[in-house]
């Protein structure tokens, strides 16, 4: 398996500008997350997914922010409209049934000037 | 709610002395408790956790962690460390009895602790 699979690495945007952000979990997880990291704030659990269907958004910071997930492959993050404090690591991460503990992608290096 | 604090910011070790990186949480049941390492730009990895059983958890690279209930700690540990082990250490938890069904849910994470390990 290929892991985790997030695009893009890096993203460069303007502010006010849409960004997506995406992710594709392993195989097989029937649970999908959105983190997000900054030197400030460390890792912040934004959403997560249980078969599909969002389970807690409470992370999510503004109505800015929005993320689906439309089948079990495959999974969004989008910020419109971007601005520079959105600048951060976002992660994506899935796990089977049960706590066996994530997996982790490479992550998106988000920079909104 | 849950929380986890991992009270140094950086642990400086001599290559080839332990190591210890320092976890406490806060749950309000048995907690589950998980070791992740983030090298450079790059996603974290899992180390190890603790479900249930003994309180002595064996995980990857030589790490080990203890549970300790009644200091409500988790402290990661290795016997002799290597340069490579150099990177940023998080530790999570993560309460069961907020367990919503149908899957694995969040994982609360520590700020991270900075090991650098000195040739």
């Known amino acids: 398996d290929a892991g985790v699979i997030q695009s893009p690495r890096h993203e460069v945007t303007e502010m006010g500008q849409e960004v997506t952000l995406r992710c594709k979990p392993i195989s097989g997880h029937n649970s999908l997350f959105w983190y997000r990291q900054t030197m400030m704030r460390g890792l912040e659990l934004l959403i997560y997914?249980?078969?599909?269907?969002?389970?807690?958004d409470s992370g999510m910071p503004e109505d800015r922010f929005s993320a689906k997930m439309p089948n079990a492959s495959f999974s969004t993050l989008k910020i419109q409209p971007s601005e520079p404090r959105d600048s951060a690591v976002y992660f994506c991460a899935s796990s089977p049934v049960g706590f066996y503990g994530y997996t982790f992608g490479s992550g998106t290096r988000l920079t909104v000037v | 709610a849950q929380s986890v604090a991992q009270p140094e910011d950086q642990v400086n070790v001599a290559e080839g002395n332990p190591l210890t990186v320092k976890c406490t949480y806060s749950?309000?049941?048995?907690?589950?408790l998980f070791w992740y390492v983030q090298y450079p730009n790059r996603g974290l990895q899992f180390l190890l956790k603790y479900i249930t059983g003994d309180n002595l958890v064996k995980g990857s690279y030589g790490f080990e962690a203890e549970f300790n209930k009644s200091q409500t700690s988790f402290h990661l540990k290795k016997p002799s460390a290597l340069v490579s082990d150099s990177a940023l250490y998080f530790c999570?938890?993560?309460?069961?009895?907020?367990?919503?069904?149908?899957?694995?849910?969040?994982?609360?994470f520590g700020k991270g602790t900075h090991l650098i390990i000195q040739p």
């Open positions: 999570a938890v993560r309460d069961p009895a907020s367990y919503s069904g149908g899957g694995a849910d969040g994982l609360t």
């Open positions: 997914f249980n078969n599909n269907v969002p389970i807690d």
């Open positions: 749950v309000s049941g048995n907690p589950y």
